[in-house]
């Protein structure tokens, strides 16, 4: 099992950048592919960027590509969301989770994770 913590949410304007940080404990950390999800008020959780195992591949919504970074460091068992030039939309409790994977892919349901954080708020006022 693998335990997630989230930080680094907050209150940013539109166009101002946040970085968000995961860290897990428990078993091999580069064993699960990870992703990052959101989910504002009254909607649905939605995928936002996800990273493979080795962190060679990684994936993100068309409503953050370009916007927004994932990256993972195995030997901290960490992985980071850097997110620029952020928009009112992009608010929501933000979320990392992970899944033990054999194949070194990146994965975009909510459905495909096992673990979850706690969630971290991020507010982008306009």
């Known amino acids: 099992q693998v335990q997630l913590v989230e930080s680094g949410g907050g209150l940013v304007q539109a166009g101002g950048s946040l970085g968000l940080s995961c860290a897990a404990s428990?078993?091999?950390?580069?064993?699960?592919?990870v992703g990052w999800f959101r989910q504002a008020p009254g909607e649905e959780r939605e995928f936002v960027a996800a990273?493979?195992?080795?962190?060679?591949?990684?994936h993100y919504a068309d409503s953050v590509k370009g916007r927004f970074s994932v990256s993972r460091d195995n030997a901290k068992s960490t992985t980071w969301l850097q997110m620029n030039v952020l928009k009112p939309e992009d608010t929501g409790v933000y979320y990392c989770?992970?899944?033990?994977?054999?194949?070194?892919?990146?994965?975009?349901?909510?459905?495909?994770?096992?673990?979850w954080g706690q969630g971290t708020q991020v507010t982008v006022s306009s």
């Open positions: 428990g078993r091999a950390f580069r064993d699960y592919a």
């Open positions: 990273i493979s195992r080795s962190g060679g591949r990684t």
């Open positions: 989770a992970a899944e033990i994977r054999l194949f070194d892919g990146t994965y975009t349901s909510p459905r495909d994770y096992g673990y």
